[in-house]
């Protein structure tokens, strides 16, 4: 009977997608775009009313989870077996990968700081530098060796970029404790790179303009660096790094305690497997609500467009991601592609990414592959150009209106771009404020959140933008459909792994991180 089902259903596709092609004109082929009429067939197929069925579901499993579907609880784990049930009996080679996430840190003993040589002097405990959290634990006694830092300080803060590049570790001794200066990137990329060069620990110092000289308390959410780091106030740096071969000992006594949860991983039957076509949105919610527009919107849509894509034969493979730890720090995205090896990051050609896409107070955000809006993070790798503009055709041929949004670092392509895969998609905002001239185009409310439930509680399945939700969701399966089957405007992985952009945007930016 299932089989049954399956063949009615697959008839029904095929023909809803084959149908339009018994209207178009004998190609001269400069005239026929036989993927964009089968991206549109199937774009019509993916409808805002059976997308929202799906967060009805979600709605349910967080009310009977204490409302909530964040990572680590029942609510997660339940959203995860619906959606791969769905996928299954849709034919999807189904699987999942795990991933880490902290529960808890603790720190059992204030950090030390001291300087050995050329001259014995203890650093005090808060007032001349502080743990930064998720440190690992460690006692290191080696020498400091500046890191590309800015001295004398510059009069303009974010002018430093001590750290955030591998390049300027050149010269760096292993074993060494790294001194890095606050500035324009994340901490966690300076700390990566520290990593990666060999450092036996790691000493930040604030940048050094007025209200940037003291040390403060943040959250560096990477646990798994296996060295202490701590950031000092910026007299502590000067002085540490004044004379060269300077030795400290660094001490930081704590723990991190790691719990566990999933990534899901829905293959399609079709296409060519060296030559994925990849789509994510992540699954997990916040503790604090359901999470139904952030990110149940982006989840659903994806689903909805992989159970209507199953039954037709695509000439690539498509590749469906629901992530998990999102909002704990893009882990999930992070460790999936940090555990692919070269071969297999080079078969994924892109990566489109759908997170929030049905904002109450919305406004269609399309990632600004090719920088034309000259803010932040700067272009996606060779092709986000591409993908950026075949999301506007999709909007312009409809009268719909759209807007570039940086590639700021706020969710899952982070890890794609920064392994040289080029990625774009759609957002409708988050906490941030709609214009005057924004609500002009898009309607809604000037002054107002994007998303008033951003976070909270009340982010419910009544705090969905209908017209949005299918507006959007059908843009999703137009996009994810036409790259199922062409992928003449995106460069090939071999090429583009040998001129990798210098995209910096991993993960948010936000002040206090950086």
């Not at 082929?29 to 549109?40: E, F, G, K």
């Not at 743990?131 to 001295?151: E, M, R």
């Not at 503790?287 to 034969?313: F, Q, W």
Request: hydrophobic share 40%; aromatic share 8%; proline share 5%.
């Amino acid at each position: 009977m299932r089989l049954r089902r399956n063949l009615v259903r697959t008839a029904t596709l095929v023909t809803a997608v084959t149908l339009p092609l018994a209207f178009t004109p004998p190609a001269s082929a400069a005239t026929a775009d036989i993927p964009d009429v089968l991206a549109n067939a199937l774009s019509s197929q993916v409808k805002g009313k059976n997308v929202k069925k799906h967060l009805d579901r979600f709605q349910q499993i967080a009310d009977a989870n204490g409302g909530t579907r964040a990572a680590g609880t029942p609510g997660y784990d339940a959203s995860l077996a619906y959606v791969r049930d769905k996928l299954r009996r849709a034919g999807y080679k189904v699987s999942t990968t795990d991933v880490e996430f902290p529960v808890n840190w603790e720190e059992f003993s204030p950090s030390v700081l001291q300087q050995v040589t050329p001259e014995a002097k203890t650093y005090a405990n808060p007032a001349d530098f502080v743990t930064v959290i998720s440190s690992s634990p460690g006692d290191v006694t080696a020498q400091v060796q500046v890191v590309d830092a800015v001295i004398p300080v510059p009069g303009t803060p974010n002018t430093s970029t001590a750290g955030c590049e591998a390049a300027d570790f050149a010269g760096f001794v292993p074993g060494r404790i790294a001194l890095i200066q606050r500035g324009t990137c994340p901490f966690v990329d300076k700390a990566t790179n520290a990593k990666a060069a060999g450092a036996a620990g790691v000493i930040f110092f604030n940048e050094g303009q007025p209200g940037r000289t003291d040390p403060f308390v943040f959250d560096i959410r990477e646990w798994r660096f296996g060295f202490p780091i701590v950031i000092a106030s910026t007299a502590v740096g000067l002085d540490l790094a004044d004379t060269p071969g300077t030795t400290v000992r660094l001490k930081v006594d704590a723990k991190t305690t790691v719990g566990q949860t999933k990534n899901l991983i829905a293959d399609s039957l079709w296409g060519k497997k060296g030559e994925v076509v990849m789509a994510g949105a992540h699954l997990d919610s916040v503790t604090e609500g359901p999470g139904i527009n952030d990110n149940g919107s982006g989840s659903a849509a994806i689903l909805e467009t992989a159970l209507k894509l199953a039954y037709l034969p695509t000439k690539n493979k498509v590749r469906f991601a629901f992530w998990g730890a999102e909002e704990l720090g893009l882990l999930g995205s992070d460790q999936y592609v940090a555990g692919l090896s070269q071969a297999e990051r080079d078969k994924i050609r892109l990566y489109l990414n759908f997170d929030m896409v049905a904002s109450p107070n919305d406004v269609t955000f399309l990632y600004d592959g090719d920088d034309s809006d000259a803010e932040g993070a700067g272009a996606g790798p060779a092709g986000s150009a591409e993908i950026e503009k075949l999301f506007e055709k999709f909007y312009g041929k409809r009268g719909l209106g759209f807007k570039g949004t940086d590639f700021d670092g706020r969710s899952d392509y982070g890890a794609f771009i920064a392994a040289g895969i080029p990625a774009g998609g759609i957002f409708t905002g988050a906490e941030g404020i709609k214009t005057a001239e924004e609500a002009a185009v898009f309607g809604g409310t000037a002054d107002a959140p994007y998303d008033p439930c951003y976070h909270a509680a009340c982010d419910s399945i009544t705090n969905i933008n209908a017209a949005a939700l299918d507006r959007n969701s059908r843009a999703i399966g137009y996009s994810t459909a036409f790259y199922a089957y062409d992928l003449s405007t995106i460069p090939d992985r071999d090429a583009a792994s040998l001129a990798r952009s210098a995209a910096t945007a991993k993960r948010a930016p936000e002040d206090a991180a950086r």
